[in-house]
């Protein structure tokens, strides 16, 4: 979602709390460094086996949740310096019994929240929590345009079912006369999918998606072993694929775009820092946010190192795969 977006959905929706939050923080972040967001994960568990799932094939611990007390705590330290708030890294968000609350805690205090999920979990009830709490995007991870090849990409959902679920969503948010949450249907390009994406855009048209967004599929080279590589020879049409490899050879190239992550974090469910979405391994842990307070960590001398060094040039292994250094 744009910047432009974001100022018109929060006018749109008279949430001008949030639009005059989103300015000072952004005047705070040029001025003193502030981060502009956090990702914190409910949970790290998952109801689905998607195949190409970096966190979902490195995943050693499952059904751990944060209990709403610690993020709580972590929203209290970090919300009058940011103005976005993700409620998703590794796992499934929705199987959080208290996401509804947590997305509450952060809109309350002015955050635009977003999730992204695989909305199999997405019941009418849940439709409707979720617009009362607030949120203001989901993205609904759907790969693939024909039943077999969704089924296959996003294994243990089922298509006719999740469609049935957004084509709910989008009604009763027409119903209640809301425009939130913006709904982004996501689509990972993919040597199946790539053949998809006229037929997807038609299914955006079809369960009134505010957005469709084209995602590169991603290996993570932070995990060793041959994982990465089976991503690359299964999923990845071939050219990308190619252009990827010759990347593993030399992970210190030059960076094209900016690093995303320099003024965002992501933070797993036990409190744990890590300063990019691909580092869901935790290799580069910066400290733990329910332990110390966010802000410390943020300017610590070690993260403040890290963006330093990501600001020049993205030379950390786990860059390699990133879009940005495409
Ligand atoms: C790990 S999921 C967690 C949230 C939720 N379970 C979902 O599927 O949306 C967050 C996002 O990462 C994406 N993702 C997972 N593995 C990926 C990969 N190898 N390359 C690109 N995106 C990936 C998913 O499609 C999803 O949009
Ligand atoms: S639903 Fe999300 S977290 Fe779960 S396996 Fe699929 S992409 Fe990974």
């Known amino acids: 979602m744009n910047r432009i977006s974001i100022f018109k959905n929060h006018i749109l929706s008279g949430d001008f709390g949030k639009l005059a939050h989103f300015v000072k ?7 003193f460094d502030w981060p502009q967001g956090i990702n914190i994960e409910p949970t790290e568990t998952c109801n689905l086996h998607c195949p190409f799932c970096q966190y979902r094939i490195n995943a050693k611990e499952r059904f751990k949740y944060i209990s709403f007390e610690n993020y709580k705590k972590i929203i209290d330290d970090v919300a009058p310096f940011i103005s976005y708030m993700g409620l998703f890294y590794r796992g499934e968000p929705l199987l959080h019994e208290d996401i509804f609350s947590m997305i509450k805690y952060a809109s309350d205090k002015n955050l635009r929240t977003e999730i992204s999920t695989n909305a199999v979990l997405l019941t009418k009830q849940k439709s409707r929590q979720l ?27 089922k298509f006719e079912q999740v469609i049935a679920n957004i084509k709910h969503l989008s009604k009763l948010k027409n119903k209640l006369n809301s425009r939130k ?17 006229d037929r997807f855009k038609q299914i955006g048209k079809e369960v009134n998606a505010d957005e469709i967004f084209l995602r ?58 890590v300063m990019c979405c691909f580092d869901g ?46």
Do not use: H
Not at 137 to 149: C, E, L, Q, Y
Not at 306 to 318: C, G, P, S, T, W
């Open 25 to 31: 923080t952004r005047i705070g972040s040029y001025l």
């Open 131 to 157: 617009i009362d709490s607030g949120l203001d995007v989901i993205t609904v991870s759907f790969d693939g345009a024909t039943k077999k090849t969704y089924e296959a990409m996003r294994a243990g959902a």
């Open 181 to 197: 949450p913006y709904v982004i249907l996501q689509m990972i390009i993919t040597k199946e999918t790539e053949k998809e994406i």
């Open 216 to 273: 590169p599929l991603t290996p993570n080279f932070a995990f060793t072993g041959k994982k990465p590589k089976i991503v690359l020879e299964k999923f990845l049409p071939k050219r990308r694929a190619n252009k990827l490899e010759l990347d593993i050879q030399n992970p210190q190239k030059k960076t094209k775009s900016k690093c995303y992550s320099l003024k965002t974090a992501m933070l797993f469910r036990d409190g744990t820092v």
């Open 281 to 326: 391994a935790g290799k580069y842990m910066m400290g733990n946010a329910i332990a110390a307070d966010f802000m410390k960590i943020w300017y610590s001398d070690k993260y403040r190192k890290f963006r330093a060094k990501q600001m020049k040039n993205m030379e950390l292994d786990i860059c390699a795969g990133c879009k940005a250094n495409f």
